[in-house]
């Protein structure tokens, strides 16, 4: 079974990675439309209302992909993790039926009527439309949260005579304090990639010099939303997440640090790669003292190292949770370095005929996508060796009687599948920025 | 509380096959309605608005499921692993091509979009149909709660099937009719002219071959599971069900003739909610039968999850089914009328 444990490892971690690509966008662009819907109706400018239509159709567009490869993941549990499903069923399926019943209807329904209705409905309802969305939006990515943090940190539940999980406080469920943390600290992150991009797009009209009052209400909005994400990404949202890591996953912790050694004082690794072989870590940069400081602090406070910890609650791949972790940390460090320098021109009315500066944000809206992404593994490769954190190890969790032959038929379809998906969403998405425009001087 | 969630999680599936069914429906019979681009255009203009939002009973239907029944939901999910993830290609393509068409103005382009619409959704009714043969006639469960099938064995029945045997070919086959008549009872009440004339016939003339296939697909589930009875015989107010059944069938032949698009669309409707609360009706209190024999059954009792759970899940369950209901009667009351298209 060894081999039908890899496939499907493989098989969730790739649909769910190619998944994210799509709700995280569209969870970032949600509040930027629902702002300028209202800077639309609150300074009669028709531009923000001509701005937020634009948006609309991107968001469309990446809600359909969303909800397509959304489908297979709610179904994966059951098809490629029966023993998972059936011991947590009785838990977090609460969780995961209730984005489907609360969130998942709202967004949709609304998303049909902000579409389509705009002129039937007026303004007003048009705004209340969009904000339903947006609300729906973010429901979704709470309970789907919810859903993880019960798998990171388990709280609420008890183990019934059949030996599965059973819900015993709903109220636990609902505000495990890691899903807090683990959501704002999405939440920020997602907001990061959706600013971006718009910001991304208004400096590629604003350079080419096609409608450039869009272009810059593009970048206003979407410098200042990024700015402001980019900064509560690193505090307090970052930092509660970690400090959740640090005080119930300790050996996750000492993991994404690259920390073997227990000690007090530890430093903060800048670059460097985990060499698990010899238990050290390769060309080591550091700064001393910083992560004792950043998880306790308390510049000499111990460090619980891997060593400390038997080997087989080691997480199973160290060299890529770490990596995860530094791209992550790296590129969100970058970004508020990108979008304060883009902020401080802006503020000097220079931002515009900034070229080189408009150059980096244009080119830029890739990173938040991979930083994001690897935001995910880090959390669910730190899970591993653990399907649910201390209680189910991820080999118990898989379908019985599902052949590795047939996980790699369905692996290898889906990725087909999505190599075609992914290739018509940039053509289409790559077509409404083209000429999207060209429709929005009329009133449609 | 176990034949509550027995009872709701059967009516969320029934809202999921009414609604996406006309959806699938309509991409069933657009090559015999429509013949024309805009035409085709028309066709998907009536469903446009609405088909994800039907799609979203499916999710939450599979949640409420793995809910309420994890056991049920575990077994079968992987159990019918290769049948469900094709199901979920096809869902894929579907919105690909019901989305992506309008978006390059090219006629190569739509009829590609078109061809993989309608051929997307006719497999899927297969698909589904099969499906519920499937859970009719039983599957191969362990003592474990566990099974596999493969996609087909022999086409025979037995103790241990393929998803495809003769009998779940059959009720594929009606499923696909049953929404083929359906969504040509949507079509025809969602446009005029020449579409909603050839709608109306497709429909009509379809109806004997539903007909047909309603009595012969009874008589081959009281041949392959002859159990089904049982219910009917134990509680006599059962016999509602092929009551409306027949009911359904001879209103849409009545409303057809007649030109009433609306009451011809309720009375599919009507024929598919009986249909599948007769299935649910007889199954009961199983939820998914052994062909292994019967001391492997999965039952409610067996695959539930725990009284607390199903408690607090019927309050948040029912504010959301009541917000959900009330999206959908603004939604639907929002796009309600005659589709059209709109000028560039």
């Given at each position: 079974m060894e081999d039908a444990l890899l496939v499907d490892r493989l098989h969730f971690g790739f649909t769910i990675t190619f998944h994210y690509l799509f709700p995280q966008l569209t969870m970032g662009l949600a509040p930027l439309i629902v702002i300028l819907k209202t800077l639309g109706l609150w300074k009669k400018d028709e531009r923000y209302n001509r701005s937020a239509r634009f948006w609309a159709k991107i968001f469309a567009i990446n809600f359909l992909l969303g909800v397509i490869t959304g489908i297979p993941m709610e179904f994966q549990f059951g098809t490629n993790w029966a023993r998972f499903a059936r011991y947590s069923g009785g838990v977090i399926a609460t969780s995961l039926a209730m984005e489907g019943v609360f969130a998942f209807f709202l967004e949709s329904s609304f998303l049909g009527l902000f579409l389509y209705g705009e002129r039937r409905i007026g303004p007003k309802w048009h705004w209340f439309a969009g904000f339903m969305v947006f609300l729906g939006s973010w429901l979704s990515g709470y309970f789907i949260i919810v859903t993880d943090a019960w798998m990171q940190h388990p709280v609420g539940f008890e183990v019934a005579s059949d030996g599965t999980a059973h819900l015993n406080s709903f109220q636990a469920l609902l505000t495990n304090p890691w899903a807090f943390w683990q959501y704002i600290h999405n939440m920020s992150g997602a907001l990061i990639t959706g600013a971006f991009v718009m910001a991304s797009v208004g400096a590629f009209y604003v350079l080419s010099r096609r409608q450039t009052e869009h272009g810059q209400v593009f970048l206003q909005l979407g410098v200042i939303a990024a700015l402001i994400a980019s900064v509560f990404q690193l505090f307090p949202s970052g930092d509660g997440q970690g400090k959740m890591v640090t005080d119930h996953q300790p050996v996750t912790l000492a993991a994404m640090e690259g920390q073997f050694n227990t000690e007090a004082g530890a430093p903060i690794v800048i670059l460097g790669q985990p060499n698990v072989g010899e238990r050290k870590l390769d060309n080591p940069l550091i700064v001393p003292k910083m992560l004792s400081f950043l998880t306790y602090r308390h510049w000499q406070a111990v460090v619980r190292g891997?060593?400390?910890?038997?080997?087989?609650?080691?997480?199973?791949n160290i060299p890529l949770l770490y990596f995860s972790y530094h791209i992550m940390v790296g590129l969100g460090t970058i970004f508020i370095l990108i979008t304060f320098a883009a902020a401080l021109l802006l503020w000097q009315r220079k931002l515009f005929t900034a070229r080189w500066m408009l150059w980096i944000l244009m080119l830029s809206f890739p990173f938040p996508f991979i930083a994001n992404t690897a935001g995910w593994m880090v959390a669910e490769l730190g899970r591993q060796p653990w399907l649910v954190y201390g209680l189910m190890r991820t080999s118990q969790g898989i379908s019985p009687m599902v052949s590795s032959g047939n996980a790699w038929f369905t692996l290898l379809g889906f990725m087909g599948m999505y190599t075609v998906l992914g290739i018509l969403f940039l053509f289409l998405v790559w077509r409404e920025i083209e000429h999207g425009l060209e429709f929005m001087g009329s009133d449609a | 509380m176990e034949t509550l969630w027995f009872v709701l999680i059967g009516l969320m599936l029934i809202a999921y096959v009414v609604l996406d069914g006309f959806d699938i429906g309509a991409g069933i019979v657009q090559p015999l309605v429509a013949k024309t681009e805009r035409e085709r255009a028309l066709v998907l203009r009536s469903i446009g608005p609405v088909w994800d939002g039907n799609e979203v009973w499916l999710i939450a239907t599979g949640g409420a499921l793995y809910f309420a029944f994890p056991l049920l939901y575990a077994s079968s999910f992987s159990g019918f692993y290769l049948p469900l993830i094709i199901v979920l290609w096809l869902l894929m393509l579907r919105g690909v091509g019901i989305e992506l068409r309008?978006?390059?103005?090219h006629d190569m382009w739509r009829s590609f979009f078109d061809f993989v619409f309608s051929a997307a959704s006719l497999l899927l009714a297969l698909f589904f149909g099969a499906a519920i043969g499937n859970v009719v006639r039983g599957v191969p469960l362990n003592s474990d709660g566990y099974f596999f099938e493969a996609l087909?064995?022999?086409f025979r029945t037995g103790p241990?099937?393929?998803?495809?045997?003769w009998y779940t070919v059959l009720t594929g086959i009606l499923g696909m009719v049953t929404l083929g008549i359906h969504g040509a009872n949507w079509v025809a009440l969602k446009t005029d002219g020449a579409v909603n004339q050839r709608a109306g016939r497709v429909a009509r003339n379809g109806l004997w071959l539903l007909a047909l296939l309603t009595v012969l697909s009874l008589g081959a589930t009281i041949h392959v599971?002859?159990?089904?009875l049982d219910n009917f015989r134990a509680r006599a107010w059962g016999w509602v069900i092929p009551t409306g059944v027949t009911v359904s069938l001879i209103g849409i032949r009545y409303f057809r003739t007649h030109g009433r698009d609306l009451a011809a669309f309720l009375c599919s409707s009507g024929y598919i909610a009986s249909m599948l609360g007769g299935a649910a009706f007889a199954l009961y209190p199983n939820v998914l039968p052994a062909s292994t024999g019967p001391t492997y059954n999965l039952t409610i009792y067996n695959s539930q999850t725990g009284g607390y759970s199903l408690r607090v899940g019927l309050a948040w369950w029912l504010a959301g089914m009541a917000l959900a209901i009330a999206y959908f009667v603004f939604l639907y009351r929002f796009f309600q009328g005659k589709a059209v298209l709109e000028e560039k």
């Open positions: 891997l060593n400390d910890f038997p080997q087989e609650q080691w997480p199973d | 309008s978006h390059v103005d087909w064995s022999d241990q099937p393929g998803i495809l045997d599971r002859p159990e089904v």
